[in-house]
């Protein structure tokens, strides 16, 4: 069994069927996210208290921050196997194909579907690293490490940093665009019938993570929220 996962891994569909798994996490964390974040619209207190909850989950059985460590870890290589699988795959139609044919062109929607992974993917990689900076850390915050989990979300997005606004706004779009097309090529890789059902279904899901995410910001721009 432990030769025969790295030597799946190796092939072309092993490596796509890592793409589609990793990705089902992700999407899952990303809905679990995005309803963490909509309870600010129910103000600071349960805000905070949701903040600090998912520090103390299972305790006293397990320490202070186990489980969201765990989640962390999880999430971590849930993120590096998805690149690298991507990469890899990108590097292997290149060699396959060294020379594109003259006689059929790249459709337009394939080329908008590679340039959205490609460079959206970039995109979400740079936003991951900043929040892990501002709102984990606390390092880029405008108030500072100190302050309480609602106290950083406000102040990022604040009238006066509608930069930081405005790429929150560009990186959130590009994973929607980037889990439409990521949902259904996963369908198809998965080989789930019914692929025009998963097509509505990609487009479902990432209206839905997209508007969720941009509630708390626009809230806060506008100042719904304070």
Do not use: C
Request: aromatic share 10%.
């Amino acid at each position: 069994m432990a030769v025969v996962i790295p030597e799946l891994y190796r092939t072309t569909v092993g490596k796509k069927a890592v793409m589609a798994v990793t990705g089902g996490i992700l999407v899952l964390f990303l809905i679990a996210h995005m309803a963490g974040n909509l309870k600010v619209f129910l103000g600071a207190s349960d805000f905070n208290h949701y903040a600090e909850w998912l520090r103390t989950v299972g305790e006293p059985a397990v320490p202070r921050r186990g489980l969201l460590s765990a989640v962390e870890v999880v999430l971590a290589v849930s993120v590096i196997l998805h690149m690298w699988s991507a990469v890899s795959l990108a590097r292997t139609a290149r060699r396959a194909r060294p020379v594109g044919y003259a006689a059929k062109k790249k459709s337009h929607a394939q080329g908008y579907a590679v340039h959205t992974m490609r460079w959206g993917g970039v995109i979400i990689a740079l936003y991951l690293v900043w929040h892990l900076l501002d709102l984990t850390f606390g390092a880029v915050n405008p108030v500072g490490r100190n302050a309480t989990p609602y106290e950083k979300l406000v102040a990022d997005f604040a009238p006066s940093h509608w930069y930081v606004t405005l790429f929150y706004v560009v990186a959130v779009v590009m994973v929607g665009l980037h889990l439409r097309h990521g949902i259904r090529s996963a369908a198809r890789t998965l080989g789930l019938a019914g692929a025009r059902g998963y097509d509505l279904l990609a487009a479902a899901v990432s209206i839905l993570l997209v508007a969720g995410f941009l509630a708390v910001p626009v809230a806060v721009s506008f100042g719904w929220v304070k």
